[in-house]
T-cell receptor, first 115, second 111 residues
Framework: NAGVTQTPKFQVLKTGQSMTLQCAQDMNHEYMSWYRQDPGMGLRLIHYSVGAGITDQGEVPNGYNVSRSTTEDFPLRLLSAAPSQTSVYFC??????????????FGPGTRLTVT | TQLLEQSPQFLSIQEGENLTVYCNSSSVFSSLQWYRQEPGEGPVLLVTVVTGGEVKKLKRLTFQFGDARKDSSLHITAAQPGDTGLYLCAGADNQGGKLIFGQGTELSVKP
């Protein structure tokens, strides 16, 4: 199993550009989520999905779109990048939604810089 | 809004010392998890505590969930350089579907 894969690993965008961060998992997990990590702020939930065709907003959804057409894939779209979106983005998946104590498996992250 | 406050934010100690990291909230959580993250990688789950007062041990790491399920602690005995990393606590929100993370504790263990 590859686990959770994310592409690209690094990306530099200019303000106003759009892009899609890719996330895929091969563990047949129903629950997938996107987080951003900024220094001193831990991980903040952007969007999550409890299954194909179902998505919901997390703590910081503004400026980001998601869709879940298959169990395996959960792409994150930035429609018009802003410098405030400079961050490290992590995709995670788990067998079910928390609670109860389902382990979240994280991808290796995408480091995004918006200039 | 449920929040988790971790302390300290930074910790630099010598090999062999003991340390404790705290994760506190004014809200009750149904479960709390502790993750460890190394530079350039995603967090990896260390443990989940579910019952108030629960204590779990993972080699030199001891995790405790408060009786009221509002706080948790991570104690490391005889720290080693391999323990260096970012430690994150995370709680499942009461409405379900979301994991709330603390700010993290950056631990550096010097040989």
């Amino acid at each position: 199993n590859a686990g959770v894969t994310q592409t690209p690993k690094f990306q530099v965008l200019k303000t106003g550009q759009s892009m899609t961060l890719q996330c895929a998992q091969d563990m047949n997990h129903e629950y997938m989520s996107w987080y951003r990590q900024d220094p001193g702020m831990g991980l903040r939930l952007i969007h999550y999905s409890v299954g194909a065709g179902i998505t919901d907003q997390g703590e910081v959804p503004n400026g980001y779109n998601v869709s879940r057409s298959t169990t395996e894939d959960f792409p994150l779209r930035l429609l018009s990048a802003a410098p405030s979106q400079t961050s490290v983005y992590f995709c995670a998946s788990s067998y079910g939604k928390p609670p109860p104590s389902y382990e979240q498996y994280f991808g290796p992250g995408t480091r995004l810089t918006v200039t | 809004t449920q929040l988790l406050e971790q302390s300290p934010q930074f910790l630099s100690i010598q090999e062999g010392e003991n340390l404790t990291v705290y994760c506190n909230s004014s809200s009750v959580f149904s479960s709390l998890q502790w993750y460890r993250q190394e530079p350039g990688e995603g967090p990896v789950l260390l443990v989940t505590v579910v019952t108030g007062g629960e204590v779990k041990k993972l080699k030199r790491l001891t995790f405790q969930f408060g009786d009221a399920r509002k706080d948790s602690s991570l104690h490391i005995t005889a720290a080693q350089p391999g323990d260096t990393g970012l430690y994150l606590c995370a709680g499942a929100d009461n409405q379900g579907g979301k994991l709330i993370f603390g700010q993290g504790t950056e631990l550096s263990v010097k040989p």
